[in-house]
């Protein structure tokens, strides 16, 4: 079994300030995980995504995430939030094991503003 | 290389009526998902099929739902007799094999009933 909490359903930053999404994961088999943006009436598109190996993963629009096993964390940052960054931001998990179907399990999304 | 496609975006449906919910999945991909967004939820798994095959349904309501991916064709979900609890976002997502790992997701389709 398979579950995400995302700390924060809402979050604030000015333009230029440093972003920070947490997202813990419980897994009973070792975890592939994923971030996911969407916009406002749009569908979720792939931020990066954590497998095997480097356990710093960089994605697309400048943002990162650390996988942090002894924490079960894989929270994303940015440096410098851009107005653009404005949108939900879902943490998801599936399993890394050959019985795994892939499905991602979903944490509830944290809505990230970014004021001028 | 088109993405996801999901038709119709909005559906508008009176209780008891039926809904249809078409996904086309990303060229050469064979596997499909499902997912349901409610209000201010995260997206909750449904069902996931490949080509003529149900593989897993463990998410799908136990009545009024159902889902099939044909060997040629979209793959679609439908809802029968809706009710107002039915209104939400359904996602669909295609990978292209499960070694590739990586769910590309339509706009979804807005369901809201009346």
């Known amino acids: 079994a398979q579950s995400v909490t995302q700390l924060g359903s809402h979050v604030s930053v000015s333009e230029g300030a440093l972003v920070l999404l947490r997202c813990n994961y419980s897994s009973s088999v070792p975890p592939y995980l994923f971030w996911y943006v969407q916009y406002p009436n749009q569908g979720l598109q792939l931020l990066l995504k954590?497998?095997?190996?480097?356990?710093l993963v960089k994605g697309i629009n400048g943002f990162e995430a650390e996988f942090k096993k002894s924490e079960t964390s894989f929270h994303l940052t940015k440096p410098s939030a851009h107005m653009s960054d404005a949108a939900e931001y879902f943490c998801a998990v599936t399993g890394n094991s050959g019985g795994s179907n892939y499905k991602l399990t979903f944490g509830k999304g944290t809505l990230l503003t970014v004021n001028p | 290389n088109a993405g996801v496609m999901q038709n119709p975006r909005h559906l508008v449906r009176r209780r008891g009526q039926e809904a249809r919910l078409r996904c086309s999945p990303m060229?050469?991909?064979?596997?499909v998902y499902w997912y349901r967004q409610l209000p201010e939820e995260g997206l909750k798994f449904m069902v996931y099929?490949?080509?003529?095959?149900?593989?897993?349904e463990s998410g799908m309501p136990k009545e009024r739902f159902s889902a099939e991916f044909p060997k040629e064709g979209p793959s679609i979900l439908r809802i029968q007799q809706v009710v107002r609890g039915d209104s939400a976002a359904y996602f669909c997502a295609s990978l292209e094999a499960v070694a590739k790992n990586i769910q590309y997701f339509g706009a979804g389709t807005r369901l809201s009933v009346l």
């Open positions: 099929l490949q080509k003529e095959n149900i593989i897993d």
């Open positions: 954590y497998t095997t190996g480097a356990t």
């Open positions: 060229k050469g991909h064979s596997h």
